[in-house]
């Protein structure tokens, strides 16, 4: 389990799905980032929620995931880290305008995938927008662990229907830029959840057991070489 904090509170138990989102430094107005801060005794998620909404809303700011060269990118900076890196298993994402929703099965720390990918993203996006050096992406990311099968599927239906929820298509499949993750996908992870945890119980049941029998076995023995126990001299028994 890794924890800690910054703006947001950051968990990411070891072997958990994680949904992430990152969006462009300058994204969101200073008006609404001054609300948020006024309020920061509410929960994460409902923090997601607004902020994602008002990313959906935007028409204005840094937009430029419009661009479909530095969206291109983006997607294969994704699939890198995959498929060469094998750095996670990525089950979903969807790039929209301005921010970015994965889904993925991280396989070494989160922190190291969102800085690998953002890093190499801001860095050619800057070249393709005339900017090198300028700030790119916001900092901070919002992350997730899903704990269930049911809020994998919801999430994974979040993403696919995000350009929809925005207003930029009509049909999710209309939107080119995302990698739909059949709910199949979902359920065949959390299957090799169980097939793992219920190898682990057979493993220590197994292990247990002759624990348990050289344990009794010990026991025994000591009883039977224990010395007996006898009545001084000339005592006689009651």
């Known amino acids: 389990m890794t924890y800690y904090e910054r703006n947001l509170p950051h968990w990411h138990p070891a072997g958990r799905i994680i949904f992430l989102t990152w969006r462009f430094y300058g994204s969101l107005p200073a008006s609404f980032l001054r609300s948020l801060g006024e309020d920061k005794a509410q929960p994460a998620g409902k923090f997601f929620r607004v902020v994602d909404c008002q990313l959906d809303q935007a028409r204005t700011g840094p937009l430029w995931l419009k661009d479909p060269r530095i969206a291109g990118y983006v997607v294969r900076a994704l699939q890198r880290g995959e498929v060469e890196l094998e750095q996670y298993a990525l089950l979903s994402f969807v790039v929209m305008a301005n921010h970015v929703h994965v889904l993925l099965e991280p396989k070494i720390d989160v922190a190291r995938i969102t800085k690998g990918i953002k890093g190499v993203t801001a860095k050619e996006g800057n070249q393709i927008l005339g900017r090198t050096g300028r700030r790119f992406w916001q900092d901070e990311s919002?992350?997730?662990?899903?704990?269930?099968?049911?809020?994998?599927?919801?999430?994974?239906?979040?993403?696919?229907?995000?350009?929809?929820?925005?207003?930029?298509?009509?049909?999710?499949?209309?939107?080119?830029?995302?990698?739909?993750?059949?709910?199949?996908?979902?359920?065949?992870?959390?299957?090799?959840?169980?097939?793992?945890?219920?190898?682990?119980?057979?493993?220590?049941?197994?292990?247990?057991?002759?624990?348990?029998?050289?344990?009794?076995?010990?026991?025994?023995?000591?009883?039977?070489?224990?010395?007996?126990?006898?009545?001084?001299?000339?005592?006689?028994?009651?």
């Open 142 to 238: 919002y992350d997730h662990w899903v704990r269930s099968p049911s809020e994998c599927d919801r999430i994974r239906s979040y993403i696919e229907r995000n350009p929809v929820v925005a207003g930029l298509v009509a049909r999710p499949e209309e939107w080119p830029i995302q990698n739909k993750a059949h709910r199949q996908e979902c359920l065949c992870y959390w299957r090799r959840r169980m097939v793992g945890a219920a190898k682990a119980m057979t493993a220590v049941s197994a292990n247990a057991k002759p624990l348990e029998n050289a344990m009794a076995t010990g026991v025994l023995q000591r009883s039977a070489n224990a010395p007996t126990s006898r009545l001084p001299s000339g005592v006689k028994p009651r």
